[in-house]
């Protein structure tokens, strides 16, 4: 099993569609948590942390759920400007190695 | 500028060169990472160092030697490349656990 998983999609939506990603991941003594995105052939972004009691942004919300191991990504009134991919990140520490680990990445399409 | 920048942007090499990618940033930060990435498999870890004394290899190291020469600058050196080291590499830096990325380095090794 990957240490973080995520559906790679793509999830094609109209704008203006409120659309969510998950991302589980294996290890339960994983710290820190992150949304990134990335656009094609350009280098991954930073989001938004994710923080144990939720967090927004703007027209993004990020949960942690801990019972379930996985992250969430919430993206309200879809632009087509959020068509890109979004890699979750987390941070294993007792892996020995404080270095963050990526899924592979939802591909998100917005369409017209 | 940008505060991560990588060189070269592009590469296209042969199949048992050596060749060398270059990474320098200005945020000061102490700790510095490389990735690759293929389609469908993400960003995989290299190496990283969190200071200029300081070398890890990460989960793909095989093939691939880094050298931290400053605080400022972490280079990826491929000694004899292979057409399975075709990938887009990157470069990060980071003072916490958040990690901020330069542009790229496409390197294709025929």
């Known amino acids: 099993r990957k240490e973080v998983e995520q559906d790679p999609g793509p999830f094609n939506v109209p704008e203006g569609a409120t659309v969510a990603f998950n991302c589980t991941y294996s290890?339960?003594?994983?710290?820190?948590f992150f949304w990134y995105r990335q656009d094609c052939r350009k280098e991954p972004k930073l989001l938004m942390s994710?923080?144990?009691s939720g967090n927004e942004d703007g027209r993004f919300t990020a949960q942690l759920n801990r019972a379930s191991q996985y992250i969430s990504l919430l993206i309200r009134d879809s632009k087509l400007s959020d068509s890109a991919t979004y890699l979750c990140?987390?941070?294993?520490?007792?892996?020995?190695?404080?270095?963050?680990?990526f899924g592979s990445g939802t591909r998100l399409q917005v369409q017209p | 500028d940008a505060d991560v920048t990588q060189t070269p942007r592009n590469r296209i090499t042969k199949t048992g060169k050596r060749i060398m990618l270059e990474c320098s940033q200005t945020?000061?930060?102490?700790?510095m990472y490389w990735y690759r990435q293929d389609p469908g498999l993400g960003l995989r870890l290299i190496y990283y160092s969190f200071d200029v004394k300081d070398i890890n290899k990460g989960e793909i190291s095989d093939g691939y030697s880094v050298s931290r020469q400053a605080q400022a600058k972490f280079s990826l050196s491929l000694e004899s490349a292979i057409p399975n080291q075709t990938a887009l590499y990157f470069c990060?830096?980071?003072?916490?656990?958040?990690?901020?990325f330069g542009p790229g380095t496409r390197l294709t090794v025929l």
């Open positions: 990140a987390v941070l294993h520490p007792d892996t020995g190695r404080r270095a963050l680990t």
């Open positions: 990060a830096t980071s003072t916490t656990d958040t990690q901020y």
């Open positions: 994710v923080y144990s």
């Open positions: 290890n339960s003594a994983s710290q820190s």
């Open positions: 945020k000061g930060h102490d700790r």
